[in-house]
C-alpha cells in the first residue's frame, strides 16, 4: 500500500484516456511549493500539497495514532475539511470553502486513505459513512475499483478501499457489485504461477489483457487479501513454499503467491528496485516498506526481517527528502512486525514525523486553538513518497493526467 513513494507528478494533454499505473520513483523529482505559495495551516509536509494532501496527511494522522500518539486537532480538521458533501476526497482542495462541483477530480485513493485515518482515529462516523457510500456507488461491476470512479479495477485501488471498509468494520467480501466483491476483482489481478508474473499481481491488465508482475501492486494485494490496511497485525505462521497451482485460482492462494513473490525478490537483495524510464534501477524504499507490511501481515514474518534490516540502515535519507508520508509507511512496517518506531535504525520515526507537521496533543492534554501556530513546519520532504500514491489516470474530454508516485508497471525483481 505507494505510497506510496516519492514521485515525479506528469501532466499532459497530448493522450485521452489511458489509464497510467502508479509507479515508484525519485524523491528529487517531486514538485516543489512556490515561494509565494503559502501552506494551508494544519498540513503535514512543506512540499506542493497539490496531488497528494490529502493521501499525505491521512498516513501521518494514521501514523502517529497507530505509535500511541494523538494528532493535533488542526491536522485533523484540515482532513475533514477536504471533504466533498457527497462524501469523496479529490488529492488536495485549495480553497476547501467553495463547494465541489463536476469540475473537483475526486479520487477513490483519496477517499479511501482518509477513511482509513479517520476511522482509525475514531469519532468521525459521519465523514466516513459518507465517503464508504460514494466508494460503494461507484464500485465497477468487477467488484474492483479504478483510481477514478468508473475507471478501470486495479489492484492498489482495490486494495486501498478494502483498506477502508476493514477501518469502519464492514466486511469487504460484504461489499457486492454484479455478486462480485472486492477480494473477486484482485483474484482476476493475480497472474498465473507458470506466467511471465509467476503469481504476483499485476497492477491492470495491459491494452491486451496481459497481467505484468508488479511489485508494488504485489504489496498492496497481498496485504489485502489478507483483508487489512495501512495498519496491518501479524498474521499467522506461513511459510513461503512456492507458487501454488490450482485448478481454480482463489483469494488464498493469490495472496500465498504474491507473497511468494515478493519473498523470493527481497531474498535476493533485500530490497525492491524501480525504474524510471532512461534510469537504472534504484532501491524503492516505499515499496520495500509495503512489502514487509505484506509479509508480515501473511504471517511470513522470517522472511520480513531481511527487508526491515535493509530499511533500518538505509532508509533515513530517503524518509527526510520524501516527508510525512515516508515516515508513516515506516512506522506501518515497523507496527507490522512489532519493531519499535522510536528505535528504529538509530532514528525516531515519530518524533520526525511529529517534526513534519503540528505536534500531537501531549499525553493528558487537551487540544487547544492555540496548537495551530505552535508547530510550524520544519520538514522540507515533499511527502509523495508513499505505499501505493497513486496515478491518475488520462481524463477522457480533459487531457490532463497525473502521475502521482511513479509506480513501476514493469515486471520488478
Not at 482476476?188 to 499485476?202: M, Q, V
Not at 505462521?237 to 503467491?257: E, I, M, R, S, Y
Amino acid at each position: 500500500m505507494s505510497v506510496r513513494r516519492t514521485a515525479a507528478v506528469l501532466a499532459t494533454t497530448a493522450v485521452i484516456g489511458a489509464v497510467i499505473a502508479p509507479a515508484a520513483s525519485a524523491a528529487d523529482s517531486s514538485p516543489s511549493p512556490s515561494p509565494s505559495a503559502a501552506l494551508p495551516s494544519g498540513l503535514f509536509g512543506s512540499a506542493d500539497p497539490t496531488y497528494d494532501g490529502v493521501w499525505r496527511q491521512s498516513l501521518a494522522l494514521l501514523a502517529q495514532h497507530t505509535a500511541g500518539q494523538s494528532p493535533a486537532s488542526s491536522a485533523v480538521g484540515w482532513l475533514t475539511d477536504q471533504q466533498c458533501a457527497n462524501g469523496a476526497f479529490a488529492a488536495y482542495r485549495a480553497d476547501a470553502s467553495a463547494a465541489c462541483d463536476a469540475k473537483t477530480q475526486v479520487d477513490t485513493n483519496s477517499t479511501a486513505a482518509a477513511v482509513q485515518a479517520l476511522g482509525g482515529l475514531g469519532g468521525h462516523d459521519d465523514a466516513t459513512g459518507k465517503a464508504v457510500t460514494w466508494l460503494k456507488s461507484v464500485q465497477n461491476k468487477d467488484g474492483g475499483w479504478g483510481y477514478m470512479a468508473g475507471g478501470p479495477s486495479d489492484t492498489n485501488s482495490t486494495s486501498v478501499v478494502i483498506g477502508a471498509l476493514k477501518a469502519v468494520g464492514t466486511k469487504p467480501a460484504s461489499v457486492t457489485k454484479d455478486g462480485k466483491s472486492p477480494y473477486d476483482a484482485l483474484v482476476k489481478l493475480s497472474t498465473a504461477c507458470d506466467s511471465d508474473g509467476e503469481g504476483a499481481f499485476a497492477y491492470q491488465p495491459d491494452k491486451k489483457g496481459k497481467l505484468a508482475a508488479n511489485a508494488d501492486a504485489t504489496a498492496a494485494g497481498v496485504t489485502a487479501g489478507m483483508g487489512q490496511g495501512f495498519v496491518a497485525e501479524t498474521g499467522n505462521a506461513f511459510d513461503l513454499t512456492g507458487c501454488h497451482v490450482g485448478d481454480k485460482p482463489n483469494l488464498a492462494d493469490a495472496a500465498g503467491n504474491g507473497a511468494n513473490y515478493l519473498g523470493k525478490a527481497l531474498a535476493k537483495s533485500s530490497y525492491l528496485k524501480s525504474a524510471l524510464p532512461g534510469a537504472e534501477d534504484q532501491p524503492d524504499y516505499g515499496n520495500t516498506a509495503d512489502a514487509v507490511v505484506a509479509l508480515a501481515a501473511i504471517g511470513a514474518t522470517k522472511d520480513a526481517q531481511k527487508p526491515l534490516a535493509w530499511l533500518e540502515k538505509n532508509s533515513a535519507d530517503w524518509a527526510a527528502k520524501s516527508g510525512p508520508a515516508a515516515y508513516a509507511q515506516l512506522i506501518f512496517a515497523a507496527h507490522a512486525t512489532g519493531t519499535d518506531p522510536r528505535a528504529f535504525g538509530g532514528k525516531d520515526l515519530v518524533a520526525q514525523l511529529a517534526a513534519t507537521g503540528p505536534g500531537p496533543v501531549a499525553a493528558g492534554a487537551s487540544a487547544s486553538p492555540s496548537e495551530k501556530k505552535n508547530d510550524e513546519k520544519k520538514d522540507d520532504g515533499n511527502g509523495l513518497g508513499v505505499w501505493w500514491i497513486v496515478g491518475v489516470g488520462l481524463v477522457a474530454g480533459i487531457g490532463i493526467g497525473f502521475l502521482i508516485s511513479g509506480r513501476n508497471k514493469k515486471k520488478q525483481p
